[in-house]
């Protein structure tokens, strides 16, 4: 458990903005009195997940547990290892099982000439298969979350690390055209809101459907959540060694997510023992609907602020 971590008022710097909780079920991080993320870990029967992400403004835009697809949760992160789903959730799909929380941390980060508050922290799971309880694969997943007046934004971090299970020379990753970091939205968002990118708006071929895949450094949506607008972006790391294609969708209800291409052959690949594969992404949600002008800005304060992989 991570107990409690709270700066004193005394605390000098930045830092002293973020506070850690972790309650029986989930990890919770708040700026001052503001929630700004829910990370649910306790009680999940597959897997963990960030069941909320609060704007600024305190809107949360995730969904968790819809009634057509209940293995939507929030921000969650899934693909298929040795043929085995952990983005669905049936008897014959995997489990991420948590393990151990480690590395809760406060921090102060330089963008620009100003500090940013940093409150982070690491998860170490094991993803099984329904039958063999000897893990496929290894993760360390850390999050970090900022606060700060130069970000404008709810903006955080998450860096998955997956590494071939105990005893397992390899591991073949592959899966469906949208796994990998997913976002689902609030019921209110769908259909009427708009994917875009920095080139404008989202031109990958389409897949099925109104879904796309297409390329960039990131990705963003924006649309009306409860009758105000918002939006959403997804980042994409410059280090990561597999580049992220944007799943879009908005008909009948809007996701994002940060795929890997799994979907076709030559988009598979093996995670090798002593090899790990290390993906590090973006995540913010404002309050408006923000310009790209104003998302590339941001999404160059995050690089700088998250650093290299």
Known sequence: MLGVLLMSAAAAGAESRLRITTGDAAVTVADGERTVLVYR??????????EQFLTPGGLNVLRDQVADHKHHHG???AVSADGVGFWEETPRAGKQVHKSFS???TSSRKSGEEDVACASFTEHLEWTGPADPKPLLRETRRIEVYAGARVGASLLTWRT??????G????KISGSHYYGLGMRFLKSMDKIGEHFTAKGKVDGPIVRGVERLTPGT???YAAEAEGKPVTAVLFDHPDNARKAL?????DPFAYLSAALNLHVPQGQFAIKAGEPLKLCYGVAVADGKLRAEALEKLYKEWVELAGGK
């Open 218 to 220: 990131w990705c963003a």
């Open 41 to 50: 870990w306790s009680g999940v029967p597959f897997k963990p997940y960030a």
């Open 75 to 77: 921000l969650m992160y």
């Open 246 to 250: 944007w799943f879009t969708m908005h």
């Open 168 to 171: 397992r020379a390899e591991v």
């Open 103 to 105: 590395d809760a941390t």
């Open 161 to 166: 690390t997956l590494e071939a299970g105990e």
